[in-house]
């Protein structure tokens, strides 16, 4: 069985019921929940063993982290407890024309004070396959540009795969700070995903002729975009997902892998949206889950694009899809009749 | 008032709250319901006297089950207590390009090991107009085929009409087994209702030039399944109900009436769906209605599907809409405005 | 900082949880609501200070609803307390062709049995700069046909703005009732809101070359009615919303606000419905906002379309939004994209 | 099978969960209720046919009501349609030393306002064994003195025995109507059932030596209060129930039957909590059924006091116990151990 | 790190929420449980290796039941996929005098019908120190008394320590099946938990002196049933949990561990009930961990019945306590004051 | 009417429901309090005047704790906006022998973090007539023990009386800590509030012959306590809580006031908990309005201590009860009876 190591920070998502606004609830559903962990899900999900690093508090909050990851078959044994806090996130889900709103608490999170010694890095990479991260983790600041650094080096050392999605955060840091640590680490970077806006806030690197907000989307833009990563990180692939935002009910979805000078779009699907937060990792999840199966980039991308399509319509970051339905979309299944 | 008897099987229907799927629930909601249950309780919501004849434990499972049926009205006095479990189904909402998903516990269920002796049908029609059962009925095995035949027997030489939802499950049954029996109780009904799938799995009568799965409808082909299930079995009325699935959350939803060589077809609705299981069921409600009320075939068949169009926007099986409510909708008031 | 005072009924709305009926129904959720608290809130959201000025019983049914007023900013300080009982409604959500429903149980509500003699209505104006009521007032019956007649008086002797919602409710007056009462109070009103509806069931006023049921709006029509109910009454300003009912889950929605023989047409937006109960309300806090703000016709049409657009995406009568997310829709950031 | 007809009012009853307070609510629990409805539920419950005499208005909240009986069996074929409202009350638990809390808003309920003329006594009274009232429905006002004492000479003439709760409540009116109303009405009563404060309340007749806060109880003065009742209005039997309020969350409950100058106590329980409300309306349902069963005073008055002793434990108003387990209680044994 | 393997059935639970009868319940809270399991999460909860042998459908029904172990760190890598259905058991929370309910629906569960050719017991004991298992797994019928038979034998030859919880269920099997086949499996058994009824309906050795219901424990009686069980079984020790049940809402615990011709025994727990299923198996959950981890038998018993006294305090079957929340209470600290 | 300006954290409470522990919980119930607001709450449910003085960030989150004490009538005017998070603690709610259990995570909170330039003490304190503060507020480091002595000393100046409950919290100070900066603050202090615990904590002043855990009292230790503080710090009154904590679900409950060498005592309660947490609150908010309603000491002793006797029958922190309730119950009223 293919082991994939995956390494960020996982946060306790707090959420109203329903579409109540934060001002209005009294209650919050919790979940936990964070870029690398969602993909990390998405692979058990597949049947693939998967392991989540990061740090988390002693206490109860930090262990009902822990439950959630081990409830979903992710290994949890590389895990550090330790520091003081879980990072919190707030999530508000929006409809129609009322966008998603996400309050961030996350600040001085015991990963986010996390030393570069506490880490053995080839311990962790022992008969894994492949190393899974976002820039959301070096993003968090403190030491973590060195220790993702370190990592991205042990990995490669050990002969890992490694892939990284750019997933810019904007509160985390600035556009000149990402930059400069990212262009350090995407050297190593096999399988770079990315969505339009990340590359340009990342790396300068702009997608041509999009309209975010219409979500017209043109697929010469995506490919320039892609074609600058490789050429100038020296990424084998680099995945980009493609979103239509018609409102926060309905968007457009589809996704394009690129790899030696060619581009494979995936089918776009409109998805009527059941919860959005975790779309873009459960892409990653698809594709990793993808290409250590050894798909071809066609049937790759359209794994990867049906996966995320289908997390839309479920409440959660986390994306509870099975090998077989994820198929059955990609297949051209889009019926949703009922399954007896 | 005009009485109609159903008899088949009533399960507990477990879902989890909302969109979330099995393995994310911890809290289920429970109703109780069965295709012939819900056109009981479909009956009694448009003021007609509806019995329910079945067979539950007599433990506080199945008197839950009976009580769900009371609180609407269907008269429970013929059903039968004894047998150790009531059936259970697991069912979970789909949305967008995520399909429904149902579970099915009911083996050996008290009336799947009923006896043919515990049921006196002459004493259990007196008084009645008509009789209406489902395919799923025989489906379960033991000594039903034997039961519902000597039912039909028994209602036709009491001058009830009979109606029957050919509602073919696979789970149950195998296309072979399903059409070996219902071969020999089709020929006692008056009135046959299915969708283009059940004639097809049941009896091999197929509608020509059809594909379920992108939605698109040929009169044609319905025309030609219900002139061979007329042919066949001598059926006064055939009624196929015609859905579009576009997907798990929007489906098109239509039906045709056929008799006397003529088909009526209603309008077709484009149903935002809130839960879609039982939605064949209210059609058979609302048809059974409409012809016990003397109306003609159009006005029939429009009022069937209006009935049914508007299940699709109510939690759990039962269809919970009034004769005024269904007529609006079968008038062409299709916009929702707020009733004050 | 501008002060408007509200003046109406408070009632406890009651509604099932999600899009159960009220017959499924065991629980119910409890929020406090009425047309112009609804405005004051909307009021108090975009930073301004508005009061609401009613009567409640003096017990924790009626502290409910003043509590619920204050938790967002809403001043209560000028309401009375006595009577037996508080207003209620139960609100049933409807969903794709099935209708909302609403059933009243406001009779003999403390307000409605209120007195003329405790209002003292210059000094509840002291300070205040507009005075917003709705044609629902008056139509409680007893006295209060004369008391908002008193408050006209005494808020256009004060220099106050007021602003009027015909708000035509045919289970609490006749039209001929509603014509007699209105046609004494309208002529105090600087700005009067309405829709399509109220105008012809009020005044006979009509607009011509609209199918409310099919969503068509003829501009020319909205214009006459402006025109007619600005000669008849002086009104400086008149609002119209127009809804396109599609079904009970999408609307269009837009409006005009005509004045000076000029009409201004907001865009027209395609609502997906989370709620649509207070939407009218909601953009009636938009309008008066803006005028108090000084924004010209175009951009005040836009703000109070924006803002009940939006509030058809929020659960509850009470629309929570902000300046700037109403700004921001105006704007024509239509996407919904997640706000991180 | 013994039939019994209850008469009275059915209310919704709207609690908040848990244990919060009405201000801290925004959700509350429906169930529909009233003290002959209760005692309705409880005879079903025990195997016997009861119907419900009522009026509720023809709405989905009428229906509502009308539903939550049939749910438990109780026959609703006797009741009217008409009306504008359904009475509610609005109750509050208490714990430990706070006292549980009701807020009646039942004025111009459907019942309340209902005629003479709507019910013809002797049809209603077909078939029956026992009539059974409280003396909350005379206190309703208007014709129901009326409709009350028509009802008791009807059941009188066609020799059916009948029953009444005093159940005084000073919110509906003073003593002196009490007093004077059911002194025309008690002389047709065979069972009188009362606590210690409603003979008092209403006729004047005190316990002596009981203090009802401290929940020290004197049997002499229990029988002094039964024979008094005897004495003056010629009540064949009188039974009283004995509540030691030790706080809002623990109770002491004990009963006592009076008949031809012998008095039998019950055994004294102890009882935690749950919900109170409907304690006193299940005495009557068990003491009924024991009655009507034959069973003697001593042990009828065991039955009664063991199946309200139960009802404590048990959510809203209806007592949800089969005879099995009053039976089983009454025999001794309290130890609460898990039935598998 | 101990490991330990338990092997038994795991179920579905549902119940009511709060304190809602079965029949008032539209809704039911889900989890997963059995005897061995619970006893498996109790280990994991005090830092042991515990893994749980069982089968399960390969549903997502059975897959929620694995992930509900993972979560709390039990080893589900030796469980078997396949089967029907997953058992279910419906639990009813007692309170004051009204007992707890308990309805089974487990017949021909997965693990119910496994075959023996399934288990390959020296593998599954490979590198473990302890095995448990209960009387309720023989019991349900087919070749798991074969198979228990086998799973000791392996156990013993590869010097495991062997536990059985007597646990007699009278729905599964009759007294003299339980105690025909038991008497052929615990003497393999080295640690041996009863209650005084297991001991008296499985194998006839009755406590004398103790009535059940009233809660008065005999120290003799307790001494002399362990006695019996050693001497018969050659038990090494023999552990007796002593419930006296004042009502469903309190009841006294404690506990004695006999060894050696030597009985000792815990303090008397006096526990208000929050949840008391899962009770017997915290007790064992304890105990093993107490001995495994070397305590003398009055520590072992101390802690295993302060562990089961707090499990009462615990919604659910598992036991989520901690070691050291667990010797805190041994330790005399009763109190319950708020932990900051 | 009086004015009382209270000072402090609000932190959002997060806790489990029912009695879930945290790592159960996937649903948290969500308030705003702290020690001081609790105190501003109680006050204003009084009918006095309280204002709560803090910052909380400019989002959503710091909003809702401003929405939920304006709710109950806190004036809120005087809070400033600005910071990155709002404190956050967990809660979990303990039964019979396990404790409730709480988890902070509010480092780093907007108060914590607040300058003295952001208080104008004596603007703040314009037309007040009362200073309440605790321990806490000091004890959240950085400028915080600086600002609490400029607003004593802005109070002192401005006449208003000064009340401080000691509440030592160790996870955010040392005992040492504490000792040095509070014997700076409290010589301001004219009402000193605290329990046996925090007397000694903070300055070493124990009361004899108490054992916390078995809640034994001692009257002369607690008069020996309150005779210390009042001569080493000038204090004029020095009240003091008792609790005995019988278990997580039986507390005893009692207080004194000293003052002039003269201690009262009121009654001991013995409570049976829905939720503890905010009781000491309480009784600071009682007394406070007993001490500012002129009420001597045995009268002011006995309203506080009835007053947060009644606290722990209520859901979260806030005290939601009136004056007539509390006096009911200090009058000696402890019966719980329904109030109808």
Redesign the interface.
């Known amino acids: 069985m293919k082991r994939i190591i995956t390494f960020g920070e996982i946060m306790m998502r707090?959420n109203p019921e329903?579409?109540?606004?934060?001002?209005?609830?009294?209650?919050?559903?919790?979940?936990y929940a964070g870029g690398e962990a969602n993909v990390a899900v998405s692979l058990c999900n597949y049947g693939m063993d998967a392991a989540f690093v990061s740090k988390v508090p002693a206490?109860?909050?930090g262990?009902?982290a822990v439950?959630?990851l081990?409830?979903?078959?992710v290994d949890t044994s590389l895990m550090i407890r330790g520091g003081?806090?879980l990072g919190?996130y707030?999530a508000?889900k929006?409809?129609?024309?009322?966008?998603?709103?996400?309050?961030?608490?996350r600040?001085?999170s015991a990963i986010s004070l996390a030393k570069a010694s506490e880490f053995d890095w080839e311990k962790i990479f022992a008969g894994a396959d492949w190393f899974h991260w976002t820039g959301i983790t070096p993003a968090l600041g403190g030491e973590l540009p060195a220790i993702c650094l370190e990592a991205c080096k042990a990995a490669k050392k050990l002969g890992l795969t490694i892939s990284c999605d750019l997933n810019y955060?904007?509160?985390l840091w600035t556009r000149e700070e990402a930059g400069k640590v990212m262009a350090e680490l995407v050297p190593y970077v096999d399988v770079c995903i990315a969505n339009e806006e990340d590359a340009k806030d990342v790396f300068g690197i702009a997608a041509t002729d999009t309209d975010?907000?219409?979500?017209k989307l043109s697929h010469e833009g995506y490919i320039s975009v892609a074609k600058q990563l490789t050429e100038r990180f020296g990424c084998k692939k680099v995945a980009i997902t493609l979103r239509g935002?018609?409102?926060?009910?309905?968007n457009d979805w589809a996704g394009m892998l690129y790899s030696d000078g060619k581009a494979s779009f995936s089918p776009t699907?409109r998805?009527?949206?059941?919860d959005?937060?975790g779309g873009g990792d459960s892409f990653g999840g698809g594709l990793i889950y993808a290409l250590l199966s050894g798909y071809d980039d066609q049937k790759a991308i359209n794994f990867a694009v049906?996966a995320s399509?289908?997390k839309?319509?479920?409440?959660?970051d986390f994306n509870?899809?099975s090998v077989s339905?994820v198929e059955s979309?990609a297949a051209?299944?889009?019926?949703?009749?009922?399954?007896?």
């Open positions: 707090l329903g579409y109540l606004r934060f001002v209005q609830a009294d209650k919050f559903e919790a979940t206490h109860e909050i262990q009902a439950n959630e081990r409830r979903y078959g003081d806090r919190i707030f508000e929006g409809a129609s024309q009322r966008a998603s709103k996400v309050i961030y608490d600040a001085n955060r904007k509160k975010l907000n219409t979500g935002s018609i409102s926060a009910s309905d699907y998805v009527h949206i059941v959005r937060v049906a399509c289908l839309h319509s479920i409440d959660h509870m899809m339905e979309l051209g299944n889009t019926s949703g009749r009922v399954q007896r």
